[in-house]
């Protein structure tokens, strides 16, 4: 069984994600369907271009008025697929959170007991159980988690920055905003997962991202999200992230991260390859096709560059479901020898039958 401890998690994903009135279960993916349950799909791909730049540490910072706002980082050994995640948030409620995939046996999600998160410009995000601060001097990311289940001290060098991109404006006047500083890196130091003794991370691949805007994860009126991260055996990545309309409509972009240059484009998108975990559908497959991309640069994206068509793969599905919001975390990857993470959020309108 994937263990979870629900009162808190309870707390931390209404404040963040979820729905104070149900208590969330992990439900393994079932290979079959026992009910008629409906696809989550697409409607359309709406390709209008949302502003966008090269994602910098300047861009990172927090940003007040937001009425959602958190900062999240993973680290993933492609070796073995083992994988933590931190999150902290600073609005609705500061929270921290914490995931967990061990090689072999349960994976975890946890959340770690915090009284505040605190950030600044730098930037610098800090709170009882952890933080996470940009190294002016070493021009890289620096997590030190100290909480209650976990512990690390990671650097996450030699990174690639993707893109930072919005507002995306969707169903009852939301908006967000996204920004990957790290795309991917090679990160240095050491992990104690929960319940493990002291590992080294050296040579894994790592991940940083921040969103924030006037939006709520768990408002009913819009569909959900896809998100995407892969790192790939050359050096590189591919990014995906967009938002689900309440008519079914997607808006969001795909990118490449290399170490010439981060670019992308607002995408096309075709979900296919359909599983059951419980009463939500997902996507096993995430196809984003562009004919054209243009270059992220500080100033904006330019020029015209050649099309992408990438596809991302489910290889190991982890699926919450909390009625409100259903939401996955499971490994996937793009090409041979790649490794990273796939979401399939959706709310509860979206995943009813229709007539």
């Known amino acids: 069984m994937i263990r979870l401890r629900p009162n808190r998690l309870r707390a931390v994903l209404v404040a963040a994600v979820l729905a104070a009135s149900l208590v969330p279960s992990a439900l393994a993916a079932a290979a079959t369907p026992t009910l008629d349950i409906p696809h989550t799909d697409i409607t359309r791909s709406d390709l209008t271009q949302v502003p966008g730049k090269l994602a910098e540490p300047s861009d990172d910072g927090p940003h007040p008025g937001s009425t959602t706002e958190w900062w999240y980082v993973h680290v993933m050994d492609p070796a073995t697929k083992r994988t933590f995640i931190a999150m902290l948030f600073t609005a609705p409620i500061p929270t921290a959170l914490i995931f967990w995939y061990p090689e072999k046996g349960d994976k975890l999600v946890l959340p770690e007991p915090v009284l505040e998160v605190k950030a600044s410009a730098g930037p610098v995000v800090t709170s009882s159980a952890g933080s996470l601060v940009y190294d002016e001097a070493r021009r890289t990311y620096h997590l030190k988690w100290h909480g209650l289940f976990a512990s690390a001290d990671i650097w996450f060098d030699n990174a690639l920055p993707g893109v930072t991109g919005g507002p995306i404006r969707y169903d009852g006047d939301q908006e967000m905003y996204w920004s990957s500083p790290v795309a991917t890196s090679v990160v240095t130091g050491w992990l104690k997962p929960p319940g493990s003794k002291k590992i080294s991370v050296t040579g894994w691949r790592?991940?940083?991202?921040?969103?924030?805007g006037r939006f709520s994860v768990i408002d009913q009126s819009y569909s959900g999200w896809e998100w995407g991260v892969s790192h790939e055996p050359d050096g590189?990545?591919?990014?995906?992230?967009?938002?689900?309309?309440?008519?079914g409509t997607w808006q969001g972009v795909v990118g490449r991260v290399t170490?010439?240059?981060?670019?992308?484009?607002?995408?096309?998108?075709?979900?296919?390859d359909w599983r059951v975990s419980g009463l939500f559908s997902?996507?096993?497959?995430?196809?984003?096709t562009c004919p054209t991309s243009q270059l992220a640069t500080p100033e904006g994206l330019t020029g015209t560059m050649p099309g992408l068509?990438?596809?991302?793969t489910v290889v190991d599905p982890f699926i919450l479901d909390v009625g409100l919001l259903a939401l996955p975390e499971s490994l996937g990857r793009t090409v041979p020898g790649s490794l990273g993470l796939i979401e399939h959020i959706r709310t509860l309108p979206s995943r009813l039958p229709r007539s």
């Open 206 to 212: 790592g991940y940083h991202d921040h969103n924030w």
């Open 236 to 247: 590189s990545a591919t990014l995906l992230g967009g938002v689900v309309k309440g008519d």
């Open 259 to 272: 170490d010439t240059g981060t670019y992308g484009c607002m995408s096309t998108i075709r979900l296919s």
């Open 282 to 288: 997902y996507p096993e497959t995430t196809r984003l």
């Open 309 to 312: 068509d990438r596809t991302f």
